[in-house]
């Protein structure tokens, strides 16, 4: 949804077209456990969960987001078990974004802060109301540093599509182009970051308006997009710098835009219908191939409840303290550690100060025990180098400034010759 380039890829777009018509499904190698779900049950949204997004203003778009959950004219719907994000043709000057005059008015939800997730299945089940031409729904992802609003101050100052501010779409369509949806990547880091692919429905069109469950299974090294359990595309991200930290959930609908359009004149109102939102964990207790209600973690494990910071710059400390809560006496342990940290297992304080031969991208996993249960956070802490040689890889997710300006400057060339958008 910020403003991001859309990748054109002939060969890949061919190759994917012909694979997808063959119907090729996932081989699971595992079960899921369901972790998270809001199933959309009462008749609010869950602000637990979700920020209503009022001062996004993307690509030209011609809606005003808005919180409106309450009134005759609300954008957002929680009834009868499922959510309704619903845009309206009205003229209106934005409360968001300083009276600005739009002619519609929408709903944008993110879980910035409130859920945020690192690896495992991301899910939701899905259905739209209308193909009628000029609507842009979405359910995607950004990286949890972004300088979005909500702004917790928790090192949330990274532009898009940077580390800590990349996206991925697991399902964006537009009516304009009705019979296809696009699953895409935008960062930094080129091709082994991941590209566009795009579904094409079996039965065109037709197939927005039936529920569908749209999911991306994420891992350091691999994402892959499904629509039920046809798999979509599977990329290989293990040589990207970016993707290995938390990030959060969108739920949209814009009008109109960049990749939106031309809006239908008989068009006034679009609905997206939400049934779930989900995240679950791989297990090999069961074989579930999506995100199961009666999978659910039953045992009374701790929570962690804190977000680690994920960047440090060489000769500089980095603190964090890992907090949890829990039934019973918790323990507290590092697992996985560079050689440059150190974790106090009594405070939860994890501390070191990198050298410049230490930038990179330095995996942790911090884990919090109760005896019975036992809960882990993995993520990157990527040093970036203040000067000098730096010994590490290209692929490690951090290196010398010099490296970051070729990405940047790489970056610019290829958005030179690309369109540009945000998918919404």
């Known amino acids: 949804m910020l403003i991001k380039k859309q990748l054109n890829n002939v060969v890949g777009y061919v190759f994917f077209g012909l694979v997808m018509s063959l119907g090729?499904?996932?081989?699971?190698?595992?079960?899921?456990?369901?972790?998270?779900?809001?199933?959309?049950?009462?008749?609010?949204?869950?602000?637990?969960?979700?920020?209503?997004?009022?001062?996004?203003?993307?690509?030209?778009?011609?809606?005003?987001?808005?919180?409106?959950?309450?009134?005759?004219i609300k954008n957002y719907d929680v009834s009868d078990g499922t959510l309704k994000i619903i845009s309206r043709r009205q003229n209106n000057n934005c409360a968001g974004l300083n009276e600005t005059f739009k002619s519609w008015t929408s709903g944008r939800l993110n879980s910035k802060d409130k859920r945020e997730f690192l690896y495992g299945r991301i899910e939701s089940r899905i259905k739209f109301n209308s193909v009628k031409a000029g609507s842009w729904p979405a359910f995607w992802m950004l990286e949890n540093r972004i300088n979005e609003h909500p702004s917790a101050n928790d090192n949330d100052f990274v532009g898009w599509p940077n580390p800590g501010a990349g996206e991925i779409d697991v399902w964006e369509w537009y009516a304009n182009s009705p019979h296809t949806y696009i699953t895409n990547f935008f960062n930094t880091g080129g091709a082994q970051c991941g590209r566009e692919v795009r579904y094409n429905y079996p039965n065109g069109s037709a197939d927005v308006l039936d529920w569908h469950t749209y999911a991306m299974e994420w891992s350091s090294d691999t994402i892959e997009f499904f629509i039920d359990d046809t798999l979509v595309s599977s990329q290989d991200v293990s040589n990207c710098a970016q993707y290995k930290e938390p990030m959060f959930v969108l739920l949209n609908v814009a009008m109109g835009g960049n990749l939106g359009g031309t809006i239908d004149s008989t068009l006034n109102s679009a609905t997206m219908e939400v049934d779930y939102v989900a995240h679950c964990t791989e297990t090999t207790a069961n074989s579930e191939t999506r995100c199961n209600v009666n999978t659910v973690n039953t045992t009374d494990t701790p929570v962690i409840s804190s977000i680690a910071p994920t960047t440090v710059i060489s000769g500089e400390t980095y603190n964090y303290t890992l907090t949890a809560s829990g039934d019973g006496n918790l323990t507290m342990a590092a697992t996985v550690l560079p050689d440059w940290l150190t974790f106090d297992s009594v405070s939860g304080r994890l501390s070191g100060t990198p050298s410049i031969n230490d930038a990179g991208s330095n995996t942790v996993t911090l884990t919090a025990s109760d005896g019975t249960g036992t809960t882990s956070q993995t993520f990157s802490v990527n040093v970036f180098a203040t000067g000098g040689s730096n010994n590490s890889s290209d692929n490690g997710g951090g290196g010398s400034m010099g490296f970051l300006l070729m990405m940047l400057l790489g970056g610019l060339l290829l958005m030179r010759s690309a369109a540009f958008k945000q998918p919404n």
Request: glycine share 4%.
């Open 24 to 72: 090729i499904t996932s081989q699971a190698i595992a079960g899921w456990q369901l972790e998270w779900i809001d199933d959309f049950d009462g008749n609010r949204v869950n602000k637990d969960n979700w920020t209503s997004q009022v001062q996004a203003n993307y690509n030209n778009e011609v809606q005003c987001y808005t919180d409106d959950d309450t009134s005759a």
